[in-house]
């Protein structure tokens, strides 16, 4: 039977979870940038070993940021969360810390993957140092762009939601 | 009759379905998607796939979701719904917002673009900043240990120079010394830049003649232009008070340094120096410096970056210079409270300007400075003797030669002799009974300073006491002291005013 999940990608606006979101589902990007309004909902069959598949419903949300202003009503049922910001605004990581206590705050007891995307408008060292500075771990460093790391990101999510089953 | 009219202006905007606590519809009044009775309100659209969790909640309860998209065969609709438990299942209405959220998106874009271009603006300018300050602070270091050994390295070549040696050495020699020259000025032009930053450099608010002041530079830069064989346009507007209070000196570093850098980077065609009055405001003018050239120009990513030190934008050898002017002239600027602005086309050429905001006297006080009679009163001021004075003239600019020339030969009170080189200036002294030198303090070779102490050490007194002028184009305090104290009467400081001069050289003379 196939089990559906609802994940969230959230983050402030412009870091890229329309992209991450684009390229995981239909494995194509756009420089251009459209702002997300309110909630964009798509869906991807993943499998997750040789007889197992699993619906992602993905729940792309307007960007803000503040993220104590995201609407309550989106996170309803909610059984998986992607965090994004992008590794080329500070503004969009300063505060991570804040930023997910109130979304575990929100959405206690699921899995949370935190992503640092852009990964490709910094050299590697030197986005590990800007991330150490700042005393930021992250789950994966994206890029929507290249395709990097995407589809490992949400096939983990989507393992660890497997199990969680 | 009423219920007709109340189907035609019922709400067309706002849609009802009910469905069981497993989500089979049960009813749908239609109004904006078609959704089958008996059918799975999950399969309608994914949005309510994950709405099963809110079925079980307690009666009454409400969920409302605000700025769903829902995509029905290719059509997109913007809705807000809203869920409401019930004892025998869930209220669903769903409302289409379509219109309103379209606008709501638009502002949206423009708010989230302009926050986001602002934040990489100030980033993108802090690392400049960053970079900018580590490689001056760099650069300021490695030019003072430069310092040195360049110092030996001019000196060994003035004795190198004394030294029996074939034409094609003394052809080295002059290659060699010519890039000591090239060294020297970087390590200035460097310098200098290092005592803006530290502070050190004060804006001066002296009165001065502003049109005095750009017709010189015309004067100069028509030469240079010609020699490279292009046109120099000037225009200076009329309106602009005669009389300022600002900086001649850094002013005339800034627009001789633009000028410089149109010339150098201009094969063909025009460079064009414009003064004109922005307005005039109580005693205030603010006046707008302009240089264009018809040049390489610059591309758009490079519009910040030729304003940092030792950038180029072609990189080819043969163009001179040390890589500073426009920095030099950026910093000033910044000094005097004013910015350079900059529109270029790469291939096209360039357009530099900026504002000064000069105060100027009123006409009572204009009145004090003797400007109409000056000459007339300079050539009284020499008394009732007709003869003519014998001047030398030491200075191996040849611009600055022609300005001089053209206004000591005016007064009919002058003959005048030239030297380019410290070391002829001797045998000239020795030879002819001059009764007054001005020498540039900066010459190549032997410099005016060192010439000026050994003529105050002759033995002979109508030598040892000839009046010595010196003229300079370094401001600083030191360079200044360094004149006098070598036994120079008045240091003036290019650019200088045809009033300075005569009254510095009567003075002399008396
Ligand atoms: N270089 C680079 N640009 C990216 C990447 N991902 C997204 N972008 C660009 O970043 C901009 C914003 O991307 P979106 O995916 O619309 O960002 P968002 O988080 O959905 O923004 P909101 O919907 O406003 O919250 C777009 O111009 C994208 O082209 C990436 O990995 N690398
Ligand atoms: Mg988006």
């Known amino acids: 039977m196939l089990k559906s999940k609802k994940i969230v990608v959230l983050g402030h606006f412009g870091v890229g979870k329309t992209s991450l979101i684009r390229r995981f589902v239909t494995d194509t990007f756009s420089d251009n940038y459209t702002v997300t309004i309110g909630v964009h909902i798509t869906k991807k069959v993943v ?71 852009k990964s490709d408008l910094a050299e590697e060292s030197e986005l590990k140092n800007r991330l150490q500075e700042n005393s930021i771990s992250v789950d994966f460093l994206t890029s929507a762009k290249m395709g990097t790391a995407v589809n490992e990101l949400f096939l983990k999510l989507a393992t660890l939601l497997s199990s969680d089953a | 009759m009423l219920r007709e ?22 009813e749908s009044d239609n109004v904006l998607f078609k959704i089958a009775k008996d059918s799975s309100i999950f399969d309608f659209h994914l949005f309510f796939e994950s709405l099963e969790s809110l079925f079980d909640g307690n ?8 700025c769903i998209h829902i995509y029905i065969d290719s059509d997109l609709y913007i809705v807000d719904i809203l869920a409401v438990v019930k004892r025998a299942g869930v209220l669903l209405i769903i409302k289409n917002l379509t219109d309103h959220y379209n606008s709501y998106q638009t502002i949206t874009q423009t708010r989230n673009e302009s926050v986001i271009k602002t934040e990489l603006t100030v980033l993108k300018n802090l690392e400049l900043q960053e970079r900018e300050r580590f490689k001056n602070s760099f650069i300021q270091n490695f030019s003072h240990e430069l310092r040195n050994p360049l110092m030996s390295i001019m000196a060994i070549s003035e004795l190198l120079a004394d030294t029996k040696m074939s034409n094609e050495q003394l052809q080295m020699l002059k290659f060699l010394k010519e890039s000591n020259m090239n060294l020297r000025l970087m390590l200035e ?6 005592m803006i930053d530290a502070g050190r450099l004060e804006i001066e608010k002296k009165l001065f003649g502003l049109q005095r002041f750009f017709e010189f530079i015309q004067f100069t830069y028509t030469a240079k232009a010609k020699n490279k064989g292009l046109k120099f346009v000037c225009s200076w507007d009329g309106k602009i008070p005669e009389f300022v209070e600002g900086d001649r000196l850094r002013l005339f570093q800034i627009v001789t340094n633009l000028l410089d850098n149109a010339l150098k980077y201009t094969e063909a ?18 006046v707008q410096f302009r240089v264009t050239d018809t040049g390489l120009g610059i591309s758009l990513e490079n519009k910040e970056a030729i304003f940092e030190s030792f950038f180029r934008e072609d990189a ?171 036994g120079m009467r008045k240091v003036l400081i290019k650019p200088f005013e045809k009033e300075e001069l005569l009254k510095a050289i009567a003075k002399a003379l008396k």
């Open chain 2, 59 to 66: 009666e009454e309860e409400e969920t409302k979701f605000h």
């Open chain 1, 47 to 117: 499998e997750i070993s040789v007889d197992k598949t699993m619906s992602l419903i993905l729940w792309d949300l307007e960007g803000t940021d503040d993220i104590a202003s995201i609407r309550k009503a989106y996170l309803l049922g909610t059984h998986g969360a992607v965090f994004v910001f992008d590794i080329s605004r500070p503004s969009t990581f300063q505060h991570l810390k804040e930023d997910l206590r109130i979304v575990t705050e929100q959405m206690p007891d699921i899995p949370l993957m935190v992503v640092g995307n």
């Open chain 2, 189 to 194: 032009d460097t310098l200098s830049i290092g």
């Open chain 2, 269 to 286: 065609g025009t460079i064009t120096f414009e003064v004109q009055l922005n307005q005039k405001r109580a005693n205030k003018a603010s």
């Open chain 2, 316 to 486: 080819s050898e043969n163009i001179k210079g040390t890589g500073l002017g426009l920095t030099i002239a950026k910093r000033l600027l910044e000094l005097m409270g004013s910015k350079i602005q900059l529109t270029s086309e790469l291939g096209k050429g360039s357009d530099f300007y900026f504002d000064v905001l000069f105060k100027y006297p009123l006409l009572s006080s204009i009145e004090a400075i003797p400007r109409k009679n000056s000459q007339e009163a300079f050539i009284g001021s020499l008394g009732k003797e007709q003869r003519k004075f014998k001047i030398l003239l030491v200075e191996d600019d040849e611009y600055v030669q022609t300005t001089l020339f053209k206004i000591l030969l005016n007064t009919n009170r002058f003959k005048i002799d030239l030297a380019y080189d410290g070391a002829l200036v001797f045998q000239e002294v020795v030879s002819n009974n001059y009764d007054l030198i001005l020498m540039d303090a900066n010459l190549p070779n032997v410099d005016g300073i060192q010439i000026t102490k050994l003529i105050r050490d002759f033995p002979f007194k109508n030598i040892k006491d000839i009046p010595i002028i010196g003229i300079t184009a370094n401001a600083y305090q030191e360079n200044i002291d360094q004149c006098l104290n070598a």
């Open chain 2, 5 to 26: 009219y109340q189907e035609q202006y019922a709400n067309t905007n706002e849609q009802f379905v009910f469905v069981n606590k497993i989500g089979v519809v049960l």
